[in-house]
């Protein structure tokens, strides 16, 4: 029997001009690409089931630093024993510098 762990993560992103929206490109709740320099990950757990980290979730977003960005958590589903990122991946030459 294979175990589901749910990784329960926030991405604050920080911007000098009020209106920036740190818009993503999202498909089916995965980010596609993000400009992450001027990020701020927070790892909040490791959950048993998605519930208790959505519990989590609400906990968190009356607290300092969440709640100024409420839209940033994200749950990640994870199979144990399972890998990812099989075939490697390529690295964009003008994203390296």
Known sequence: MNQTLY???HRHHFSLDPEDG????????E????DDSEDNIKVLG?????????E?????RSLPGFRSTPEGFC??????GEGHWPHGFRVDERATG
Do not use: N
């Open 75 to 80: 749950v990640h589903e994870y199979t144990v």
């Open 7 to 9: 990784l329960l993560v």
């Open 46 to 54: 490791l959950y048993s089931s998605r519930k208790l980290a959505e």
């Open 56 to 60: 989590r979730i609400e906990r968190a």
């Open 22 to 29: 740190a818009a993503d490109f999202m498909e089916d709740g």
């Open 31 to 34: 980010p596609l690409f993000w």
